[in-house]
């Protein structure tokens, strides 16, 4: 067995070695039961369009801070202090877009939440949908979505097949 290009490709010398293959081993492709935790990778795949996802691993704990622990409830009633504090907080990604996304997607999780119990019951209300169905969903749903931030959301999530190739291990052990 061997381990995915992602992990293949990405040398033990590079300083982010050991940040990418954690998040390789422990986090991308495995489910996610909370609904805080799939906030959080939400806000962090959407902030992760047009840069790097290492970037994302490296600022992962200061987008926590900033974002009340990626509590839905929290994040759905910031107001413009709110947003001008993320604004001025160099350890996010400082795009108004992009924060306004994380409150008005936290605050239409608030409402998918009174259908459907919780946003990771509204994500398995519509399983299985192939990848082009989630991105009509996501993109009718919430903001700042578009193919590659939801495949990439729902792949590190367990929603969509292909977070690893076969012949990975970690395959094998979100496959038991």
């Not at 935790?37 to 490296?58: P, V």
Request: hydrophobic share 35%.
């Amino acid at each position: 067995m061997s381990y995915c290009n992602y992990v293949n490709h990405n040398s033990s010398e590079n300083p982010d070695f050991l940040l990418n293959k954690h998040y390789h081993d422990h986090q991308y492709g495995f489910p996610i039961e909370d609904d805080d935790e799939l906030l959080g990778r939400f806000i962090l795949e959407i902030n992760q369009a047009g840069l790097s996802w290492t970037l994302m691993l490296r600022k992962q704990a200061s987008f926590r801070l900033a974002y009340d622990n990626f509590s839905i409830e929290k994040i759905a009633a910031y107001d413009e202090a709110d947003r001008e504090r993320l604004m001025q907080d160099a350890g996010v990604i400082r795009n108004k877009l992009k924060i306004n996304a994380a409150i008005v997607n936290a605050q239409k999780i608030l409402e998918l939440r009174k259908e459907f119990g919780t946003f990771k019951g509204w994500l398995d209300a519509h399983r299985p949908l192939d990848k082009s169905e989630w991105t009509r969903l996501f993109k009718k749903t919430f903001k700042f979505t578009g193919g590659e931030i939801v495949n990439e959301f729902l792949m590190s999530t367990g929603y969509l097949p292909g977070a690893h190739s076969e012949d990975c291990p970690i395959y094998h052990q979100i496959n038991q």
